[in-house]
């Protein structure tokens, strides 16, 4: 049974890490490139945002006892398959897997303008993973008791 304490935690996570990532990136990759500090601020954040929603998909699997994935990115086909999220959510975070390994694991660095492209057009991804969760979480019926 999936404990909603821990996926709401997770999605708070999930949020304050977004705020973070807007509060800190600049108007411009151009920008963002010459300042190391904000490009560490904001690559971070994003590597843990993306880290807490693999944290939620791999929370639902676990406890709902369904096919484990065999990548990271896979965890939000699962997902998907499920009824969780949508496919164009999965599809989005599955492909944040590949920035947040990059970030993660220090691949030459991250590219500025990558990093810049993910922390403006991206979040709005996930974000929607958050309400998607959210809601497949408030139709479960022990949500209802």
Known sequence: MVDSDVVTAKL?????RVVRIRRHCPESATTLA???????????NLMLAVQA??????????????????TLAES??????????GETTAA??????????????GYASADPTSIFAAATG??????QFAREV????ARRPEARE
């Open 12 to 16: 708070a996570e999930l949020a304050e």
């Open 34 to 44: 010459e300042d190391s500090d904000a490009l560490d601020l904001v690559s971070f």
């Open 53 to 70: 929603c693999l944290d939620i998909a791999s929370h639902l699997i676990a406890d709902e006892a369904w096919e484990p994935a065999m």
């Open 76 to 85: 939000f086909r699962r997902l998907a398959d499920r009824g969780v999220v």
């Open 92 to 105: 989005a975070l599955g492909d944040a897997v590949g920035l947040r390994n990059v970030v993660a694991h």
């Open 122 to 127: 991206g979040l709005g991804d996930l974000e």
């Open 134 to 137: 959210a809601r497949w979480l």
